[in-house]
Nanobody
Framework: QLQLVESGGGLVQPGGSLRLSCAAS????????IGWFRQAPGQEREGVSC????????DYADSVKGRFTISRDKANTAVYLQMNSLKPEDTAVYYC???????????????????WGQGTQVTVSS
C-alpha cells in the first residue's frame, strides 16, 4: 500500500512562494503518475497540476499556469509543487495523489488516482 505524505504548506502573504513536497514512505515513485489537487472550504476538490511517471509530461490548471511548477527529483523519491505569486484564492488544503502508470499519459481527474495523501494546508493572507 502506497502511503503518500505532503509537506511544505503554511501561511504566506499574497505574492509569496511555497514549495510543497509529496513523498512515499519506503517506496520509489518512479512508476507512478503524480497529481496535485486542492480543496477549499465548501468547494469540490480540483486538479492543480500533474506529472507523468517519467516526468516528461505535465499539465496545469489554467488558474495556476505560469505561477506553479511541478517536478520530480532525480531519485524519484519525491514530487514537488513550486508555487509562486500566490493569491488569496490559492488558499486550500493541497493533496498529492498517485496512480501506477508506464506511459506519458497525465491523469487529470480525481477518479483516475488510487492513492492519496492526508493533505497540507496552504493559506494566502496578509
Amino acid at each position: 500500500q502506497l502511503q503518500l505524505v505532503e509537506s511544505g504548506g503554511g501561511l504566506v502573504q499574497p505574492g509569496g512562494s511555497l514549495r510543497l513536497s509529496c513523498a512515499a514512505s519506503g517506496h520509489s515513485l518512479d512508476s507512478y503518475a503524480i497529481g496535485w489537487f486542492r480543496q477549499a472550504p465548501g468547494q469540490e476538490r480540483e486538479g492543480v497540476s500533474c506529472i507523468s511517471s517519467s516526468g516528461g509530461s505535465t499539465d496545469y490548471a489554467d488558474s495556476v499556469k505560469g505561477r506553479f511548477t511541478i517536478s520530480r527529483d532525480k531519485a524519484n523519491t519525491a514530487v514537488y509543487l513550486q508555487m509562486n505569486s500566490l493569491k488569496p484564492e490559492d488558499t486550500a488544503v493541497y493533496y498529492c495523489a498517485a496512480t501506477l502508470s508506464w506511459t506519458e499519459y497525465v491523469p487529470v481527474l480525481t477518479l483516475e488516482y488510487d492513492y492519496w495523501g492526508q493533505g497540507t494546508q496552504v493559506t494566502v493572507s496578509s
